[in-house]
């Protein structure tokens, strides 16, 4: 069974970094895309940056320079580096995996090319 953990959220000020976790169980890691997407009050959810079987990443234009994704394979473990944090980053940050996925396409990662998610972790970030 795929399970996704997430952690590593909390309340930072703007300007101010976190790092987010994904622990993944039940399935192949190092031959899975795995992805970040968030989702904020009253909008819907949007890819953040995705990281392929072969290591390239692509990130949304919103993030780049400031997010960093990346895996360590021996843990099972997604990461996803956040600097320079702004009040509009805010929002639910969910873990996904696919034996396919996909990655960031004309400024656009799109959730359903991915089967299978975690629970999410809170980042809000005040100004």
């Known amino acids: 069974q795929v399970q996704l953990v997430e952690s590593g959220g909390g309340s930072v000020q703007a300007g101010g970094s976190l790092r987010l976790s994904c622990v993944a169980s039940g399935f192949t890691y190092s031959t899975w895309c795995m992805a970040w997407f968030r989702q904020a009050p009253g909008k819907e959810r949007e890819g953040v940056a995705a990281?392929?079987?072969?290591?390239?990443?692509s990130y949304v234009d919103s993030v780049q320079g400031r997010f960093t994704i990346s895996k360590d394979s021996s843990k099972n473990t997604l990461y996803l580096q956040m600097n320079s944090l702004k009040p509009e980053d805010t929002a639910m940050y969910y873990c996904?995996?696919?034996?396919?996925?996909?990655?960031?396409?004309?400024?656009?990662?799109?959730?359903?090319?991915?089967?299978?998610w975690g629970q999410g972790t809170q980042v809000t970030v005040s100004s």
């Open positions: 996904a995996a696919d034996p396919a996925g996909g990655a960031v396409v004309h400024g656009t990662l799109y959730s359903q090319d991915f089967g299978y």
């Open positions: 990281i392929d079987v072969d290591g390239s990443t």
